[in-house]
């Protein structure tokens, strides 16, 4: 049995004993092969695709009945998480090899600049020429970053932990209908992680996006105390704004 995006498929394989070890086996036909199936498994890849789409959608009950009523396909609520999980196994491991190279040498130049405010303490007197060369060099367009979080219960334990997303995005939009606008230049970053988890991949987002020292940041904060404390030390020089 072959499940795919077309449906089920139903065949049979021919079976053979080893002479040696007794035991009985099947020989996959090389098209079986071409598939590329995982081992152990009788979904195609692009029904796995499919799979993890609806599974990341919607509730996973929900998702296999959509895969039911689109493709004639059965895939257990259990099935559909189970490839959800191993997806996400893999998209950590590329995210942690693509960004951990990336993150430390720019969050050193980050606490560097935290410390250059202390260095020139002595000089209070010039501050205001500096701060008036420092918005020159600050880049034409502003970079934005949006951070807020939200509890959400998690089943069957019966407790709350805390979902937290960002958004990194410029001024350039365009006008969809009234008081409508679209982004055309943004990224989102979330993780149910810790938070120094998390300030990392915002971290990450903000450096890809093009944030540097001399750029003109603008963070967006309804109040809560680790945003506040997330935003002053991995962007010293950023520009607060409350936003409720």
């Known amino acids: 049995m072959l499940k795919t995006i077309f ?3 139903d065949f049979t394989l021919p079976r053979r004993k080893c002479s040696h070890c007794r035991r009985t086996f099947s020989i996959i036909p090389q098209p079986l092969k071409l598939l590329k199936l995982s081992p152990n498994s009788n979904v195609t890849p692009e029904l ?6 609806c599974g990341t959608s919607w509730p996973f ?24 999980s191993k997806q996400a196994v893999a998209a950590k491991a590329q995210f942690k090899e ?3 190279s990336a993150y430390w040498p720019a969050l050193i130049e980050t606490m560097e600049t935290l410390v250059e405010p202390l260095v020139e303490e002595a000089k209070r007197e010039t501050s205001e020429k500096t701060s008036h060369s420092k918005e020159q060099a600050w880049s034409a367009k502003p970079v934005y970053i949006g951070i807020d979080g939200t509890f959400i219960n998690a089943q069957p334990g019966k407790r709350f932990f805390e979902a937290k997303v960002g958004i990194v995005f410029t001024d350039q939009r ?14 989102y970053v979330g993780s149910c992680q810790s938070v120094s988890e998390f ?25 809560a105390r680790w945003i506040s404390q997330l935003a002053k030390t991995q962007y010293p020089q950023a520009r ?3 936003d409720w």
Do not use: Y
């Open 48 to 53: 796995r695709k499919v799979a993890i789409l």
């Open 199 to 223: 300030g990392k991949r915002l971290f990450c987002c903000a450096t890809e996006m093009g944030v540097k020292k001399e750029t003109e940041l603008i963070v967006l904060v309804d109040g």
């Open 240 to 242: 607060l704004i409350l």
């Open 61 to 84: 009950r929900q998702a296999a009945e959509v895969l039911r009523n689109l493709a004639s396909v059965e895939l257990s609520p259990a099935h559909i998480q189970w490839l959800c």
């Open 98 to 100: 693509k960004h951990d």
């Open 7 to 9: 449906g089920q498929i």
């Open 174 to 187: 365009i006008r969809v209908s009234k008081g409508r606008n679209l982004l055309l230049n943004k990224q």
